[in-house]
């Protein structure tokens, strides 16, 4: 979470909440510039903020400790994660956690719809009834359609956009309602 957002969201100057929980006023101008780093502050500091937000430390550090490594593994990961908890479990963790609204809210909107067209999918598989949660970020679709690194070299080795389109055609509906080419996500290794 950026320490600027969540003074806006309380309303706060950095004044006023340098005096709410006794943190001195350099330390959260440091902070919020960006010269100073949350991760790198002592606990009691990062526990003040924390509570003086109302929010958890680990929400407070999971931007700064958390990096948005490639989609392709990112993909991978979700595949995997379906495959050793199953279906049902994935679904409830998914949901319980919130995951994709934080995703969504942090903008890593690939990320975002990937597990939302992940969750859908799932459920329409399970029989089971989609998440009303989530028709706001429903409303969403990605620009430009990403295709999976394997289709894009295989485009490049033929000098050809067929593969695209072939993959285009085959993909599943719940992804590619968001412009994500995903045609196989319980065959993974």
């Known amino acids: 979470m950026n320490i600027n957002e969540l003074l806006k969201q309380k309303d706060l100057t950095k004044y006023k909440f340098s005096k709410l929980t006794g943190i001195p006023f350099a330390t959260i101008s440091d902070i919020s510039t960006g010269k100073a780093k949350i991760e790198k502050c002592s606990a009691e500091t990062v526990y003040k903020l924390a509570k003086g937000f109302g929010v958890t430390v680990e929400d407070l550090l999971t931007d ?3 990096r948005r490594g490639s989609f392709e593994t990112y993909k991978s990961n979700i595949c995997h994660m379906v495959k ?5 479990d994935f679904i409830i963790e998914t949901l319980e956690t919130d995951r994709v609204r934080k995703l969504f809210n942090r903008k890593w909107y690939a990320e975002s719809l990937y597990l939302l067209a992940m969750l859908d999918y799932l459920s329409r598989e399970n029989d089971l009834p989609v998440c009303a949660e989530y028709s706001d970020i429903r409303a969403t679709r990605l620009k430009e359609t990403i295709y999976p690194a394997s289709i894009l070299v295989m485009c490049s080795a033929s000098h050809s956009d067929r593969p695209k389109k072939d ?3 085959q993909a599943i509906p719940e992804f590619k309602n968001f412009n994500i080419v995903e045609n196989e996500v319980r065959n993974v290794v």
């Open 64 to 66: 700064s400790m958390e």
């Open 84 to 88: 050793d908890m199953g279906d049902i």
């Open 167 to 169: 993959s285009f055609e």
